[in-house]
């Protein structure tokens, strides 16, 4: 068993141990909750102060501001336009922990997604905007409203924006999610131009931000931070769905860069492969992030995240290893209502803990069912352990903190109150260089607990003094490396080069976690000096696996930028690749050709594909990269596969090329060798002749990959001069004997419509044939000019043609057809028992190129009302109803069968296809309801990132599918379940969200009742 299925079965393990031991059950106002034993669960509000509460947070006073919905999900531009949101201000008024007094702090708000009270202010993310709002009059109404920071993006998720978070340093810190190009000014370099996802920051008083992390994932949320300066937040999709993995919790490191694997992240420095995940939660939509401080209910230092989908807060219990951590992970409040949400999670001074439930509202770019209703309101729960006694004063508010000397602020500093502890270092930081003398005498006496000597180097870090840069150089000698870990983060955060001998020293002597903060204030700071003691360090740790730790020693060698001494570290074997990966994102880097084209063949794989990488976007190289070829050519101790992998990366150039071409039909070669070539090289790098050499060569030794793979080599080529290569492929899609999908392959490359081959095609289409063979054969019809003949015949077999392949099918008919041929097309289909997932406007989409007259008889043939609302829920009440009981096992063997297909789309564990949303924790998140509702209607939801959208090009052609990537220059579509599309971006004219999904209607028809109820069952047990 691997590693990697080892850990999956240990989350899986303590999720279901955790959840099941020292836990109760209570019911809060009708819900049923499962919570920790000794715990209370109370709801604090009600429907009269918060309907649909999304995010809050406190203010010193202890009145807690409430990002409000109004419940609409209109698209975001008419949200923008009519600011329908709000921000609601709620007081405890006899401190008994419930809530009883609301005022409405700010009226008509975009849709906010962040709320944090720093400094007398609230900062709200309502994109593309950060909102600063203040009550200048404490009247309980914002009457001064000023953009902090305007992103000037507006997607369709609204998820441009997140936050803003205060930040232990001093900055504010706030997430950008979405893919929309941003352009941001950075200090000392050129602007940032990016459509990835970032973590931003500035300081308070504004000016030029800085980006901590870059991400390929759709929505970072949160972000809190640790005592010693590390920052940790939640996210989802951080990797393609698969196995269950989709969201969870990162550990961000500056510089970073993380998945999932995008178009986005392109031309973004990298220190190597996509940077390591902390925490995986599956499909759980993580929002509320909060790091709890408090010691009265016993998880102080944990994490707790609030997660949407999977209605549950969970805990998770943090330890270092090497430069990262890792995380114990266990529910702390789950709920079997469905209905319940929770979407922010926050400590209040008592050390209670807040639990946000937002209610069934959203649904904007969520999944969940289109058909509940719309009126399941939200609140806000207190969890407390029931025998913990309420701290005195948690707030301080019997403490003048403003009238209070130095003294007493710093003696506040370890204050087992974090609320008391906070606004003592707002003061001091407030105090100027006033305080800084006594700030720093706390760092030569370590009689102060190290709890103090932490906070005085925040507080430190937040004033703009050389003072205060002087005096937190003295925490870098501290006893406790939480201390010297503090300062090390704020001498970084202001590239702070005056003690740079002593973060040399920590390269050299430093336990991990210190010797990467070292390194990521070394690079900030950026003298070139530093060069060489990188490079130390990493030679001696050469060794270790901690990608963390390498990650930022090389990135600290990217933001220097000093090349000679890197030039001369790619002869180590030891810094050798650190060098070559900090070369390869310093900009206009000067290499060695003949260096770096002589390791093509080093023994260290990232070595020689970097090598290569870098390479191949030296065309002026030629010469050098022709010789190294050449010379792993007549190398024997080369291996195959990796000659072919060279002979890849630069099969554009002509003489490569033309090497590739001697190479094939040699007698000479070896077959080893030139199975590699052929397999690994683009397929219009091999010349037409040497296709017909290769193809008669692999029919005599009769290698069935071998053909099929010259047979794809072939494919869209123009045979018609090449009578022999037509002859050769006759032969295959005749031969009986012979594969369905190459013959069908040779039939689709010689694009003939040969009655023998149509026939043959027919024949495949059906239903009853293998999922694959009949996507093949539908896929093949689509590709050939039929005579009216066969498209009569193709039409009459339309009532035995699947949902997942009768588009393709039909497509077919995307010519000029005589009336007579349409007729008996919408005769069949209107036999087909799957007419339910063709509608006119999706036949039009599909036959482009037929005339007015035509479409307006399909429109009058397939006229039908959609199904309402009601009708659809009625639909699915009744299945529900008379569903018989399902069995699992039976279930599987459906999902994996060939009559559904479901897993050619979906994957369960490591099995199945990606066009569709992984399915492997399915029954965690969705309801019984909502999978019935999912096949029934597949179109009434859609989950993130498989949206549709349309696009229509330049030449008038409209394509509809789901996005599978994108770059700067392509984009490519799934265009159903076996077909994607490539459009390049100057050729698009139009893009617009779609409304039908590429997983068709009627998959149910192919099921009996008691089929249907034994998949919905499987997918309930996937959890």
Aim: hydrophobic share 40%; with cysteine; aromatic share 6%.
């Amino acid at each position: 068993m691997n590693l990697a299925i080892r850990l999956s079965f240990l989350v899986v393990f303590l999720f279901v141990f955790a959840g099941r031991s020292h836990a109760r059950e209570v019911e809060v106002s009708g819900r049923l909750f499962t919570i920790p034993d000794g715990y209370d669960l109370q709801l604090v509000t009600t429907h009269e102060l918060t309907k649909r509460p999304i995010v809050v947070d406190f203010d010193s006073q202890g009145n807690l501001y409430v990002a409000e919905s109004s419940g609409t999900n209109d698209n975001v531009q008419t949200q923008l336009n009519e600011r329908p949101h709000s921000i609601l201000r709620l007081t405890d008024s006899d401190g008994d922990g419930v809530f009883d007094q609301k005022t409405v702090f700010a009226d008509r708000m975009m849709f906010p997604e962040g709320a944090m009270w720093l400094d007398g202010s609230l900062y709200v993310s309502a994109p593309p905007q950060i909102w600063k709002l203040t009550d200048t009059d404490d009247d309980g109404v914002a009457d001064e409203r000023q953009v902090w920071f305007d992103g000037k993006t507006l997607t369709g998720c609204a998820n441009d924006l997140h936050g803003p978070y205060a930040g232990i340093d001093g900055w504010i810190y706030w997430c950008k999610g979405a893919f929309a190009e941003q352009t941001h000014e950075l200090p000392n370099r050129s602007p940032l131009v990016s459509r990835a996802a970032h973590i931003f920051r500035r300081r308070p008083e504004g000016g030029p931000l800085e980006h901590v992390m870059t991400g390929g994932m759709d929505n970072p949320v949160e972000l809190v931070f640790l005592p010693n300066g590390e920052r940790i937040f939640d996210t989802t999709f951080f990797q393609h769905p698969g196995n269950g993995q989709r969201d969870g919790l990162i550990h961000a490191i500056y510089g970073g860069v993380y998945g999932k694997r995008h178009g986005v992240l392109d031309g973004h420095p990298r220190t190597g492969d996509l940077m390591p995940v902390l925490t995986q939660l599956g499909a759980a939509a993580p929002s509320g992030l909060v790091r709890l401080r408090s010691e009265v209910h016993g998880f102080q230092g944990q994490l707790l995240t609030a997660c949407f989908n999977l209605h549950t807060v969970m805990r998770h219990e943090l330890t270092p290893v090497g430069a990262t951590y890792q995380t114990q992970d266990m529910p702390l409040v789950t709920s079997n209502d469905l209905d319940f949400h929770p979407t922010d999670v926050i400590e209040d001074a008592d050390g209670s803990i807040l639990i946000v439930d937002t209610g069934g509202w959203y649904k904007l770019c969520c999944p969940t069912s289109q058909l509940h209703k719309p009126d399941v309101l939200g609140g806000i729960y207190r969890l407390k352990r029931s025998d913990a006694s309420r701290p005195d004063d948690p707030r301080g508010h019997s403490i003048d903190f403003a009238s209070r000397s130095v003294h007493d602020l710093i003696a506040l500093l370890d204050d087992s109150r974090p609320a008391v502890c906070d606004q003592a270092m707002a003061q001091l930081s407030s105090r100027g260089k006033s305080a800084i003398g006594n700030l720093a005498s706390v760092l030569t006496n370590e009689k102060h607990s190290a709890m103090t000597r932490v906070n005085v180097v925040w507080t430190l870090c937040r004033t703009d003094y050389d003072e205060a840069r002087a005096a937190i150089r003295l925490g870098l000698e501290d006893s406790d490396s939480t201390v010297r870990h503090a300062s090390i983060h704020a001498v970084s955060v202001w590239r702070d080069g005056g003690p740079l001998s002593q973060l040399h020293a920590n390269l050299a002597d430093g336990d991990a976690p210190l010797k990467r903060a070292a390194a990521e204030a070394i690079g900030r700071i950026g003298k070139a000096t530093s060069v060489r003691k990188l490079l130390d360090a990493i030679e001696t740790s050469a060794d270790t696996s901690d990608r963390v730790l390498q990650h930022s020693l090389t990135y600290a060698l990217i933001e220097i930028g000093a090349t000679p001494p890197l030039l001369d570290a790619i002869a180590d074997d030891d810094t050798q690749l650190a060098a070559l990966l900090a070369l390869n994102a310093i900009p206009n880097a000067q290499f060695d050709a003949e260096q770096i084209c002589g390791l093509f063949s080093a023994d260290d794989t990232e070595v020689r594909d970097l090598a290569v990488s870098i390479a191949v976007k030296h065309s002026e190289w030629r010469p050098q990269i022709i010789a190294a070829i050449e010379a792993a050519y007549t190398s024997e101790s080369v291996q195959p596969e990796l000659l072919a992998q060279q002979l890849a990366a630069f099969d554009e150039l002509k003489p490569v090329r033309g090497f590739i071409n001697e190479i094939l039909p040699s007698d000479d070669s070896s077959q080893l060798r030139k199975r590699a070539i052929l397999f690994a090289v683009d397929p219009s790098a091999i010349e037409l002749s040497t296709c017909s050499k290769l193809l008669k060569d692999a029919l005599s030794r009769n290698d069935e990959e071998s053909i099929e793979r010259v047979v794809t080599v072939l494919d869209g080529r123009d045979l018609a001069d090449h009578d022999d290569v037509q002859k050769l492929l006759a032969g295959i899609a005749t031969a009986e004997n012979r594969n369905d999908r190459l013959r069908m392959k040779a039939i689709a490359v010689l694009r003939s419509n040969d009655d023998q081959y149509v026939q043959f095609l027919l024949a495949k289409v059906d239903v009853e044939n293998l999922a694959a063979t009949r996507a093949m054969a539908a896929s093949t019809i689509a590709s050939l000019r039929l005579t009216d003949e066969q498209l009569k015949q193709l039409a009459e077999r339309v009532p035995d043609v699947g949902p997942l392949e009768i588009e393709q099918v039909i497509s077919a008919f995307n010519r000029d057809i005589d009336q007579s041929t349409l007729l008996v097309l919408l005769n069949a289909v209107s036999k087909s028992p799957f007419a339910s997932s063709l509608s006119a406007d999706r036949l039009m989409a599909i036959a482009t190129n037929w005339s007015d007259t035509q479409k307006a008889l399909v429109r009058k043939a397939m006229a039908k009302p959609d199904a309402s609302q009601e009708e659809k829920v009625k639909r699915i009440d009744q299945m529900l109803a008379s569903l018989p009981s399902g069995d699992i096992r039976r279930g599987q063997k459906i999902f994996h069968g060939e009559k559904t297909a479901c897993f050619s789309c979906h994957a369960v564990g490591y099995r199945g296809g990606t066009v569709g949303p992984d399915l492997s924790r399915i029954g965690r998140i969705r309801s019984k309801r909502d999978l019935l509702e999912s096949v029934l209607y597949p179109s009434a939801s859609f989950v993130r990132s498989y949206e549709p959208i349309v696009v229509v090009t330049v030449g008038g052609k409209q394509f509809a599918g789901t996005v599978r990537d994108k770059t700067g220059s392509v984009l490519t579509l799934q265009l159903n379940a076996t077909e994607q599309h490539s459009i390049a971006m100057s050729d698009i004219e139009a893009l617009h969200s779609g409304t039908v999904s590429i997983m068709p209607e009627g998959l149910d028809k192919l099921l009996s009742e008691q089929e249907f109820a034994d998949l919905l069952e499987f997918l309930m047990s996937r959890n």
